[in-house]
């Protein structure tokens, strides 16, 4: 299955941009400031969250429009297509609308049908950025392969910040009322350290499958930033109370990757080492994502950074995982080892002309 009959109207720079007839590796090529990223941000508001930039969707909508966007995609299925959709109305450019086969629903719904993932230039401090970034990262990786995460990540934060707010205040707080919010937590929490926790078993796993070259193999190990334990929880009022915020839990968990062969932790590691292996993590979620419902990867400006041995290798690992790849380029050079097989489009002032 993959994403087909694509529409971005008064999304960023594209005013009524269509793309139809995709392929399972799709490039996108054009001058810097083109539009090409904004397609891919596009195809990422067709996932749960808040896409790959993770701006705010008032800042989405066109200059040039009425002051909303609208995004569209058929997902080829056996049977009639999917129909998927997302917008903003100008009214209330701050809320997201999502729909399927023209029925509202929920953004967490859109996580049931297809397993969307990114890598982009801003992702390359990832492993000497904030444990926050990190998890972040683990959390879009989980709901590319369980939709279910999302929710429980999304009611775990509700409650942790019920909580922050009650301990936080000027007043004691109601103890049976902190008792209420910390089961939710532990419920939620519980649920999302799991799903991180599997997700990483299963990253680990295949990991170890790839060859070591030509894209260096890290080791990945789930730092935990305390259990969901409504009880523990419950001990630590008072020195929570003090702090003003909840000290332990899922949301201070981390993520350690080191280097294999050199036990050297990805934060000391050169650049292109981090980038390597950032590469092997994203290939290696994307041959589970496939193995699932729709998957689709989104590569901004990645083939441009390898060499010609690197670039073949990508292409091949790709090729084999099943997922639909989008690729972005400033030329069409850098992808010769999969023109045949790709289906093409010259970005130029937020439009894209088909290249037979």
């Given at each position: 299955?993959?994403?087909?009959?694509?529409?971005?109207?008064?999304?960023?720079?594209?005013?009524?941009?269509?793309?139809?007839?995709?392929?399972?590796?799709?490039?996108?090529?054009?001058?810097?400031?083109?539009?090409?990223?904004?397609?891919?941000?596009?195809?990422?508001?067709?996932?749960p969250?808040?896409?790959?930039?993770?701006?705010?969707?008032?800042?989405?909508?066109?200059?040039?429009?009425?002051?909303?966007?609208?995004?569209?995609?058929?997902?080829?299925?056996?049977?009639?297509?999917?129909?998927?959709?997302?917008?903003?109305?100008?009214?209330?450019?701050?809320r997201?609308?999502?729909?399927?086969?023209?029925?509202?629903?929920?953004?967490?719904?859109?996580?049931?049908?297809?397993?969307?993932?990114?890598?982009?230039?801003?992702?390359?401090?990832?492993?000497?950025?904030?444990a926050?970034?990190?998890?972040?990262?683990?959390d879009?990786?989980?709901?590319?392969?369980?939709?279910?995460?999302?929710?429980?990540?999304?009611?775990?934060?509700?409650?942790?910040?019920?909580r922050?707010?009650?301990?936080?205040?000027?007043?004691?707080?109601?103890?049976?009322?902190?008792?209420?919010?910390?089961?939710?937590?532990?419920?939620?929490?519980?649920?999302?350290?799991?799903?991180?926790?599997?997700?990483v078993?299963?990253l680990?796993?295949?990991?170890?499958?790839?060859?070591?070259?030509?894209?260096?193999?890290?080791?990945?190990?789930?730092?935990?930033?305390?259990?969901?334990?409504?009880?523990?929880?419950?001990?630590?009022?008072?020195?929570?109370?003090?702090?003003?915020?909840?000290?332990?839990?899922?949301?201070?968990?981390?993520?350690?990757?080191?280097?294999?062969?050199?036990?050297?932790?990805a934060?000391?590691?050169?650049?292109?080492?981090?980038?390597?292996?950032?590469?092997?993590?994203?290939l290696?979620?994307?041959?589970l994502?496939?193995?699932?419902?729709?998957?689709?990867?989104l590569?901004?400006?990645?083939?441009?950074?390898?060499?010609?041995?690197?670039?073949?290798?990508?292409?091949?690992?790709?090729?084999?995982?099943?997922?639909?790849?989008?690729?972005?380029?400033?030329?069409?050079?850098?992808?010769?080892?999969?023109?045949?097989?790709?289906?093409?489009?010259?970005?130029?002032?937020?439009?894209?002309?088909?290249?037979?």
């Amino acid at each position: 299955m993959a994403l087909d009959r694509i529409s971005l109207t008064t999304f960023r720079n594209h005013r009524a941009t269509a793309l139809e007839g995709t392929r399972r590796f799709n490039l996108l090529v054009g001058e810097n400031g083109a539009g090409k990223t904004n397609v891919l941000e596009a195809l990422s508001l067709l996932a749960p969250g808040r896409g790959l930039r993770r701006a705010p969707l008032s800042d989405m909508a066109s200059s040039e429009g009425p002051g909303g966007f609208a995004i569209g995609a058929s997902l080829a299925a056996e049977g009639e297509p999917v129909r998927l959709g997302t917008a903003t109305d100008p009214a209330r450019p701050a809320r997201r609308q999502v729909r399927i086969n023209g029925a509202d629903t929920t953004a967490l719904a859109l996580g049931e049908w297809v397993a969307i993932a990114w890598l982009t230039p801003a992702m390359d401090g990832l492993f000497t950025d904030s444990a926050g970034a990190r998890r972040r990262w683990l959390d879009r990786m989980a709901v590319a392969l369980d939709a279910g995460h999302a929710r429980h990540a999304a009611r775990y934060e509700a409650a942790l910040r019920e909580r922050n707010r009650l301990i936080s205040g000027d007043d004691p707080p109601d103890p049976l009322w902190l008792d209420g919010v910390e089961a939710q937590m532990a419920e939620a929490g519980g649920a999302l350290a799991a799903g991180r926790g599997r997700l990483v078993a299963s990253l680990r796993e295949e990991l170890s499958t790839l060859p070591a070259e030509p894209f260096a193999r890290p080791v990945l190990e789930l730092v935990s930033g305390g259990s969901a334990d409504a009880d523990a929880w419950r001990a630590a009022r008072q020195v929570d109370r003090a702090a003003g915020r909840t000290l332990a839990g899922p949301h201070r968990d981390d993520l350690a990757v080191t280097m294999a062969g050199k036990d050297q932790p990805a934060a000391q590691s050169s650049t292109g080492e981090q980038k390597a292996m950032l590469i092997a993590v994203t290939l290696a979620h994307a041959g589970l994502a496939a193995r699932g419902r729709a998957s689709v990867l989104l590569l901004d400006e990645v083939a441009a950074h390898l060499d010609p041995v690197r670039r073949a290798a990508l292409y091949e690992r790709l090729a084999d995982s099943g997922t639909q790849v989008w690729f972005t380029g400033t030329e069409t050079a850098p992808f010769d080892g999969m023109l045949a097989d790709a289906a093409v489009w010259r970005v130029a002032d937020g439009a894209a002309r088909r290249e037979d």
